[in-house]
């Protein structure tokens, strides 16, 4: 399925690529309101029309691409940068009670469910972007966690792991310098899913108005004030959720592409 | 193994999944608790209003037990909770039992509803999708589960609205008219449980799929392969009811997602459930409220995924040894 793979990365990175122009360049100011414009359809001027404050929607897209990818990418850091050294060390120690309190303490979060306590997160804190993605972020530590540590656990009978401890390594350097490196490939495939789910997380939150906060511009909140409007000009509702979509969608393929590149053997599993 | 020994080993690992559902649970409310706690904003204050003398103040913090220890607090409520009272709601001024009980009956149906449609359409679909691999129906409906796996739900629902609800007037856009009529209910829940149901149909209908193939590249396939049973007839026979022990399990840890996830979908359509209270009581610092609802939630996840466990090791022994 390399057709997946040229897709997928396709679409991510038109919406990477916008995101990134948007800090330059965006066609309308969209801080400005031209209430004389307001709800027009898409055309030459406005590419996808405007919204009920006469707002380039074009110019939202680009901007509320940034807050999403800025969400769901910090709150992909927050897991990978706290639950991959927890696996590390989970399975350098494996069958120690520190590995059984992590791994316990990994299935109470996954017994949470993730949405309620986002809500709950950002209800108690205040409802900005940064309380978003550390909602988002610590349902992210326990799959990194998880999986470093299934991954991990078969390399430390490996050979190369066995050479490296006689010539005296630490358990410490062992998982940095030979562990670390055969498990990048499968962090960065989870990294894209989990990349997407943040996404559509952030498009959740900022939904029911508990993510980014106004003037910022940003795909669930779109959606949030287009609502009302969705019998009148179905457009401003169209618009951010196919952006949610596509990008969610690219993501996706992407993850599931790069995940048959680098291990063709599931591949043949599967087709 | 002789009986007396699998029987020890049921027991004690129904014990080591009920110690860790206990453990669950207590670390669950504590940090409710505590989240709770730290909440900005001092709830007297807030229902009084800025200009509330200081005695009222005071004598408001007493009634609503503030002023005690945080300890004495947690434990009262825990108490509380145990013995089916959650306490009183500040805003609503009626037991919070009441309220819950009332809006159960709007997201318990609407859940089960979502997860029978779910069912519903994964089980065809992965069936279909495993049957015919590689074939047009196959990569049609991997496709359409990538789509539907990547819909945010809260804007299929407002799509749906638009189509069934404003322009074929086939449903109402929102609102729930109880179930003294139970069709009437049942209808104004569809369009709801279809947006839940979507994006679970899709990932269940991958699980069914990707089951389903593991079971046809097993030896008792082959087996029946070689008997004379052609390859949907060894699929229909043989692989489907074993492939369904993982696709079980999947259903009742969905369950929970549906419940949290008919939060969102209940503010779309209006509907008087669980979702909406917790959203009131937030925005009216009805912490008591917010507290015993999230609690119960995280409950019966916690419950439904040690049931699944339990049923799971009910149906593979293999398990058990690994508590």
């Known amino acids: 399925m390399k057709r997946g793979l040229i897709i997928g990365s396709f679409l991510s990175f038109v919406f990477m690529g916008l995101a990134c122009i948007s800090f330059l360049w965006v066609p309308y100011d969209i801080e400005t309101l031209d209430i004389a414009n307001k709800l027009k359809k898409p055309s030459l001027s406005h ?95 326990p799959v990194f966690a998880r999986l470093t540590r299934a991954a991990a656990l078969p390399l430390w009978e490996r050979d190369f792991v066995l050479s490296a401890r006689v ?55 779109m959606l949030a004030d287009a609502q009302t409007l969705v019998s009148i000009a179905p457009h401003v509702a169209l618009v951010p959720g196919l952006a949610i979509l596509l990008m969610v969608l690219g993501l996706n393929l992407m993850g599931d592409g790069l995940r048959d590149l680098f291990d063709p053997r599931i591949k043949e599993q599967r087709t | 193994m002789t009986e007396p020994v699998r ?56 009634e609503m037990g503030l002023d005690q220890p945080l300890a004495v607090r947690y434990f009262d409520w825990v108490i509380g909770l145990l013995q089916g009272d959650f306490g009183n709601s500040w805003t609503y001024k009626t037991p919070v039992s009441e309220l819950i009980s009332d809006r159960i009956w709007v997201s318990l149906p609407l859940a089960i509803y979502a997860l029978i449609l779910s069912t519903l359409i994964a089980f065809p679909a992965g069936i279909l999708a495993a049957s015919r691999r590689g074939g047009t129906s196959d990569v049609t409906i991997m496709g359409a589960t990538q789509m539907g796996v990547a819909i945010p739900n809260f804007w299929f629902a407002m799509i749906m609205v638009l189509i069934f609800a404003i322009h074929l007037r086939w449903f109402s856009a929102g609102g729930f008219p109880g179930w003294s009529n139970p069709l009437q209910g049942l209808k104004s829940l569809t369009l709801p449980a279809i947006s839940l149901a979507l994006p679970q149909a899709a990932i269940l209908a991958r699980i069914m799929r990707s089951s389903l193939l593991d079971m046809l590249s097993e030896d008792f396939i082959r087996t029946a392969r070689a008997k004379g049973l052609t390859r949907s007839q060894a699929l229909w026979r043989h692989a489907v009811r074993n492939a369904l022990i993982p696709v079980l399990t999947i259903i009742g840890l969905q369950f929970s997602f549906l419940l949290a996830g008919g939060i969102i979908i209940e503010q779309i359509f209006f509907l008087p459930g669980l979702g909406r209270l917790i959203f009131q009581a937030i925005s009216a610092r009805d912490l008591i409220v917010v507290e015993s609802v999230v609690m119960l939630l995280v409950f019966t996840v916690i419950m439904v995924n040690f049931a699944v466990d339990l049923a799971y090791a009910a149906v593979d022994p293999r398990l058990r040894s690994k508590v």
């Not at chain 1, 969400?71 to 696996?87: D, Q, R, W």
């Not at chain 1, 495939?189 to 108005?209: K, R």
């Not at chain 2, 669950?24 to 800025?50: R, T």
């Open chain 1, 47 to 141: 590419w996808l029309g405007t919204d009920h404050f006469g707002r380039d929607i074009f110019s939202m897209i680009m901007i509320g691409a940034r807050t999403s990818i800025a969400v769901a990418l910090l709150a992909v850091g927050i897991g990978v940068t706290i639950g991959v050294p927890l696996g590390l060390f989970s399975a350098a120690r494996r069958g120690c009670f520190i590995d059984e309190i992590i791994m316990r303490g990994n299935d109470l979060i996954f017994a949470f469910p993730s949405l309620v306590i986002a809500i709950l997160i950002t209800a108690v804190f205040g409802a900005s972007a940064v309380n978003a993605i550390v909602a988002i972020g610590i349902f992210n530590i």
């Open chain 1, 167 to 221: 010539c005296g390594k630490s358990e410490a350097r062992i998982s940095i310098e030979h562990i670390l490196p055969n498990i990048t490939n499968l962090m960065i495939v989870q990294g894209t899913i989990q990349f997407s789910l943040g996404i559509l997380a952030e498009a959740s939150l900022s939904y029911i108005g508990l993510g980014a906060q106004p003037p910022t511009a940003s795909w669930g909140r």
């Open chain 2, 7 to 62: 029987f020890f080993e049921v027991i004690r690992y129904t014990l080591g999944r009920l110690s860790s559902l206990i453990i669950s649970l207590v670390i669950a409310s504590l940090v409710i608790f505590s989240v709770i706690e730290v909440i900005p904003g001092d709830p007297a204050s807030f229902m009084l209003g800025i200009n509330a003398r200081e005695d009222t103040l005071a004598a408001l913090r007493s």
